[in-house]
């Protein structure tokens, strides 16, 4: 039976240092400046995520938490017993205690996530609360090939649970290629349930990611101070601000830091130029309508077979499995 101990990484493939700079800088040479939104999540930046989730403004957690809790039956019943279940992007792994909660006999439970400290630390306090169940988690790029670890005892089938809209933080045609892997690993037995966001009132989305109390501001930022602390970068945090933009001809919400004057900055030796008003794209987070995430399932070989949305259909979790 596993430990708390037992649930240290069981494969480290976190991005080196040496790829972050690598990224950081192919980033800042392109025109529109832009940085992979996987190098937000830190230790500090996960902590900074879970605060987003608890804030009025951010829907997303909330209905996606209240859609769980609702269906968990239906759920459990459509994912059956003794599944391994593999989360990807897994974070505090909070919702995920819905379905650990409800699901038969799990083989285990496989969270992967690129910040390792964070992913440690949430894999050790399921461990202790849920002794029954193996947890084996995976710190890789889930963007890259990696493997995954067998459960202790033969599983019915693999499962992958992708919750949080995270798949909306992919470009369309990334979507489908992650979309393809997972579909491979899950195969034909198998299935994923994802939550999805759906496309809504423009105020409410940017309220959502441009809060009042300034949480999602940090959440940006916090990626000037980790250039600086890892890529001895110069960045002055007072001299950028937290953008949010409606992107309508690709539906999603773009994420920015916007250089407030002209000013040259020194990332790992080399030296970046801003002029005033220019932005960091940092994040995208896509937004779906539900005809347009099956249209992207199909393509990368799912079908959709059960969705379950909220009042306001703000939000959805969709159950996938791969087509034959
Ligand atoms: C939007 S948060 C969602 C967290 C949690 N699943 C939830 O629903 O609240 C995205 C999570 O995915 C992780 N993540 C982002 N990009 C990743 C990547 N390329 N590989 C592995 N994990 C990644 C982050 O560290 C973070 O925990």
């Given at each position: 039976m596993p430990t708390s101990t037992d649930a240290r990484p069981v494969l480290d493939e976190a991005p080196t240092t040496e790829s972050f700079r690598t990224a950081v800088l192919t980033g800042l040479q392109k025109t529109q400046k832009r940085i992979p939104s996987?190098?937000?999540?830190d230790e500090r930046g996960s902590e900074l995520f879970d605060r987003i989730c608890e804030?009025?403004?951010?829907y997303p957690t909330r209905t996606e938490m209240g859609i769980m809790r609702r269906n968990i039956d239906a759920m459990a019943e459509t994912i059956g017993p003794r599944t391994r279940l593999v989360e990807y992007?897994?974070?505090?792994s909070l919702k995920t205690r819905i379905l650990l909660d409800h699901?038969?006999?799990?083989?285990s439970y496989v969270p992967v996530d690129i910040s390792k400290d964070h992913l440690a630390a949430a894999a050790d306090a399921l461990a202790e609360d849920y002794p029954a169940i193996p947890v084996q988690p995976v710190c890789a790029d889930y963007t890259t090939s990696f493997e995954l670890p067998d459960p202790p005892l033969p599983a019915a089938c693999t499962v992958a649970y992708y919750p949080?809209?995270?798949?909306?933080?992919?470009?369309r045609d990334d979507a489908r290629a992650f979309l393809e892997r997972v579909a491979r690993t899950v195969g034909e037995d198998g299935g994923l349930l994802i939550g999805v966001d759906l496309k809504k009132d423009v105020d409410v989305l940017k309220a959502a990611y441009d809060d009042s109390e300034g949480v999602t501001a940090a959440f940006t930022k916090n990626l000037l101070r980790r250039m600086n602390r890892e890529l001895d970068a110069t960045f002055d945090l007072e001299a950028f601000e937290h953008q949010v933009v409606w992107n309508a001809d690709r539906g999603c919400i773009e994420s920015h830091l916007r250089s407030t004057t002209a000013q040259t900055v020194s990332v790992a030796g080399e030296t970046v130029e801003f002029e005033e008003g220019e932005t960091i794209h940092t994040e995208d987070s896509h937004k779906y309508t539900l005809d347009g995430f099956a249209a992207l399932a199909n393509k990368a070989g799912?079908?959709?077979?059960r969705v379950w949305t909220d009042d306001r259909s703000y939000f959805s979790v969709q159950y996938c499995t791969v087509g034959a």
């Open positions: 996987k190098f937000l999540y804030l009025d403004e951010y992007g897994s974070g505090s699901l038969e006999d799990l083989a949080g809209s995270t798949i909306g933080n992919f470009r799912f079908e959709v077979s």
